[in-house]
């Protein structure tokens, strides 16, 4: 059983930084597509960044130059440096990830694991 823990989550000011890491346990098939995407209060769900088995990354262009997706050598745990945020990054940010070529072919909020979130604040 796949299982994901966020963290890092907190309340910065724009401009300020944060680093949000996700614990995986259970996920170690060859195949995998893993990353993060955030939903904001009366807003649509919208992928952030994702790491695919073969090591592309793919950043949303919002947060391109801006972000920075990473894993750990042993790959069950998965990074997303912010930098230079803004109030637009304001939202719940979850950790996603699945093994079924299927499921990694669309969006990553469309994947079978997700985390329970943790929530990024920017304020002006």
């Known amino acids: 059983q796949v299982q994901l823990v966020e963290s890092g989550g907190g309340s910065v000011q724009v401009g300020g930084s944060l680093r949000l890491s996700c614990a995986a346990s259970?996920?170690?098939?060859?195949?995998?597509?893993m990353g993060w995407f955030r939903q904001a209060p009366g807003k649509e769900r919208e992928g952030v960044a994702r790491i695919d088995w073969d090591g592309r990354k793919t950043y949303a262009d919002l947060v391109k130059d801006r972000f920075t997706i990473s894993q750990d050598n042993a790959k069950n745990t998965l990074h997303l440096q912010m930098n230079n945020l803004k109030p637009e990054d304001t939202a719940m940010y979850y950790c996603?990830?699945?093994?079924?070529?299927?499921?990694?072919?669309?969006?990553?909020?469309?994947?079978?694991?997700w985390g329970l979130g943790t929530q990024v604040t920017v304020s002006s």
């Open positions: 259970g996920a170690s098939d060859s195949y995998y597509c």
């Open positions: 996603a990830f699945d093994f079924s070529v299927n499921f990694c072919r669309g969006p990553l909020y469309n994947t079978r694991w």
